[in-house]
T-cell receptor, first 114, second 112 residues
């Protein structure tokens, strides 16, 4: 079992470019969650998805951020027109059922905007 | 929605001493409380969890206690070792969708 796979591990983007972060959940897990972690801060919820559905996007900024989890392929977190404040670690987690069964986290994508 | 408060934000202990981290939650319907450990530059990893039908759970040097009446739960680490140094996060599920809401984190430093 390969666990939750995130790529890339590190991503550098210039201001105004787009960032695309990928997450493949553990085998058998159909629930995917994205969290953002600023340096020396906690894990802030962004979005919760199941296959082809967004269940909860209450933590997503209203502009520039979007997420999807298509029927085939990984979940994608997309950030358009990145700004320096977007620099953070973005963690994906997956679970079999809802979070009440615990998450398995991926290794994260560390986004740096220059 | 759920709100989780965690204290202290930093904790420094001598090797061999005990460490206690406390969390409070707001949603009385919450019934699952995990703890995660995050080493520097790495992913958060689940170390122990507890469900509301028990008051305490232990796994070697780590234990978690739950007080549903007061809506708080605590992580206890005994005989601390330098490798216990990390950031620890508590969490509780949001009642609407079940997503986990995390506390602010506690940076534990164990001094040799």
């Amino acid at each position: 079992n390969a666990g939750v796979m995130q790529n890339p591990r590190h991503l550098v983007r210039r201001r105004g470019q787009e960032a695309r972060l990928r997450c493949s959940p553990m085998k058998g897990h159909s629930h995917v969650y994205w969290y953002r972690q600023l340096p020396e801060e906690g894990l802030k919820f962004m979005v919760y998805l199941q296959k082809e559905n967004i269940i909860d996007e209450s933590g997503m900024p209203k502009e520039r951020f979007s997420a999807e989890f298509p029927k085939e392929g990984p979940s994608i977190l997309r950030i358009q027109q990145v700004v320096r404040g977007d620099s953070a670690a973005y963690f994906c987690a997956s679970s079999i059922m809802t979070g009440e069964d615990g998450y398995t986290f991926g290794s994260g994508t560390r986004l740096t905007v220059v | 929605g759920e709100n989780v408060e965690q204290h202290p934000s930093t904790l420094s202990v001598q090797e061999g001493d005990s460490a206690v981290i406390k969390c409070t939650y707001s949603d009385s319907a919450s019934n699952y409380f995990p703890w995660y450990k995050q080493e520097l530059g790495k992913r958060p990893q689940l170390i122990i969890d507890i469900r509301s039908n028990v008051g305490e759970k232990k796994d070697q040097r780590i234990a978690v206690t739950l007080n549903k009446t007061a809506k708080h739960f605590s992580l206890h680490i005994t005989e601390t070792q330098p490798e216990d140094s990390a950031v620890y996060f508590c969490a509780a599920p949001d009642g609407n969708t079940g997503k986990l809401i995390f506390g602010q984190g506690t940076t534990l430093q164990v001094k040799p």
